[in-house]
């Protein structure tokens, strides 16, 4: 029997807690937009109201009213005043905080004057029965004319009785319509909303009145129907600002009796623990000191904690190597395909997953605590220096992980010049994919001593790259800041929630979700990249490939080899004739100034893809014709690796530049259609990967010359 | 003659309180009347930072971080 579906829609202001009543609602089920392709800006959830009724759940983002200063809440407007949108919702939840309820009613009574069906769940904060407030909720209910839920996010508690809700709200045939709207506009307002009503055959007063406001923005209106409402305001002479401070306070002055009633609040409110807490993390002078602690102990943590890990994933792969080759037959063309092309190469990506999954543990915490706002403060007046936001800071220890999410994080900021800004540099921050590309490549760079008595020289160098990123993600902000000109308004007004303990559950999906993603997605491409390159790597054109093969037979027999060496040699003479060889070749020239041979060339190639597609390629070919998958073996491999005079290809010179390259350079095909993305246009994207491409070629050219 | 007792926030030290009267910023005002920050409402300057960054108040309860600039907008009485 096929349940029939309804779209419901979870909505509420910033840091109110709705995504842990949508993790509870729908536990897993969950859906999130496909970084590369479509655009989907929310989060889409499932779950059961009765046997026969599924409710699609859409996690809009936080918003405080229907009038919009960033991206992220436009979406919201944009759904609700247009009826015929996908993602109008039947019935809105709509979560309020009991601690703060007047401010939470503004934009519930703004979405219940729209007509939509809303029921609203008041979440009791910890905090706010220890302020001695006591509530009466039907009191409120009573008098908003909307059934109001009290639910507990952390427990689920409440959840059950609000789904029988829905079931009941679903069954009645339409929103109570006669309900009165909560603010009621004077006659020269209706005059205008009157005449959009007409003209535009809208039903709703107040969605006419939305609409007045925000015409010029709204996408789902035609060129005519602009044009008619343009007409319409500047007949009546319409002063959006005014207008919608009167409708804000008259909206105040209808509710905040109600509110009154509905809680007894407590004489006096003693100072609370947030703010004795505060006191020291946001301490002028301590509070950055704090904040460089703790991220120097995440840096500390994704290299101690993966340890254990990451050898366990390794061996798991040589296992799986050795079964395969054990299990298929020797001298068939897949057994090297799957054995050194596909393992080889995703073992080398996968082996990341502990450290990604502990960078993203610590960052969602950070931000689940309710810590990631203090930052915001702390930094807002040193990133306006660099023509930023203080909100760019998220974005930029985001970008530590994964440029994907934090350009998407850059939504929050209003100004588009910051906003822009922080976009463009936001993948200059070391991510998670030039770990494993750092981690094997710092060991010929530097050797592994301690200086001054305890500080490790590669771990040294591993921190310094990082600084390097984040030093170079100023200088091009600062640049552009004063490239970039704007009249735009800079907004902070930024809210700092309670702290509060985390909530395992969210943080544990939070994870799940990134892990998942860079599993499937990175999976995706190492596997074609790895299949591409080991065809590549393993065929050449006519007979080159078994003249190669001959005259390393001639070779190794004159040297009198042994049977390991010579198949070492065979596979060597092999690969230089190959097509990658050829294209190796081809490039090498323009790389040779850098210290590069053809082999790191098809490296570099196939790491336009994505970054940690590098060491896997590196695996792909140096494994073909040799045992061995795991990073150590690799990194034996390459330091044996010579010229053809006997010098060592990986000398620190060449190793040296190679990591400045990475850091600089825009090797991230996703990033780079996310940016698309979010600045509606390839002049970006462009941009950024012309100067990193130049950043990275210069840099590491310079870096030869002086190390060599 | 000047006016002493008009002052906005930035003119609070650490730790003191006054209550709004007013917003200075057409632009502002729908913005600051949206997060709850209304005439009437108690502020209290919880911490400064340094170079005239941004202030952290505690306005009815709820903490709230504004610029300087933003901050220097809200006429108390």
Sequence with gaps: MSKQEVTIGLLGNPNVGKSSIFNQLTGLRQKVGNYAGVTVDKKIGFFSISEDTKAKVIDFPGTYSLYPTSMDERVVLNTFTNPNSPNYPEVVLYVAEAGNLERHLLLLSQIRDLGVKVMLLVTMHDLGHKKGEVYHLNELEKSLEIPVYQVNGRTGEGLDAVKDGLSTMLSQASAPANHQHLYHPNQEVKAITEAIQTDLQVHNAYQALLLAHHYEQLPFLSAAEKERIATISKEHTFQSIKLQVDETMARYNEFTPLVQKAVSKPQEVPGSTTEKIDRILTHPILGPFIFFAILAFVFQAIFTWSEVPMTLIEEAFNGMGELVRSILPAEAWYTSLIADGIIAGLGGVLVFIPQIAILFFLISLLEEVGYMSRAVYLFDSIMQKFGMNGRSIVALISGGACAIPAVMATRTITNWKERLITIMVTPLISCSARIPVYAILIAFAVPSVTVAGFINLQALTFIGLYVLGAVSALIIAFLMKLVFKTQEQSLLMLELPDYKAPHWKNIFTNVYEKVLTFVTEAGQVIIVVSMVLWALASYGPGNSMEQAEQTAVAEAQAQQLDETATADLIAAKQIEVSYAGMIGHAIEPVIQPLGFDWKIGIALISSFAAREVFVGTMATIYSIGSAGEDEDTLRERMDKEVTAEGNKVFTPATSFSLLIFYVFAMQCMATLAVVKRETKSWKWPVIQMAYMGALAYVGSWITYLIMS | ?77
Aim: net charge positive.
């Design chain 2, 1 to 77: 003659m000047v006016n002493n007792d008009i002052k906005n926030i930035t003119d609070l030290k650490i730790g003191q309180e006054g209550v709004i009267k007013a917003f200075s910023s057409e632009y502002l005002t729908p913005k600051m009347l949206e997060m709850g920050i209304l005439p009437g409402s108690k502020v209290k300057v919880v911490n400064k930072t340094l170079f005239n960054g941004p202030l952290y108040l505690n306005i009815q309860g709820q903490n709230i971080a504004l610029r300087h600039s933003e901050a220097k907008k809200i006429i108390l009485r």
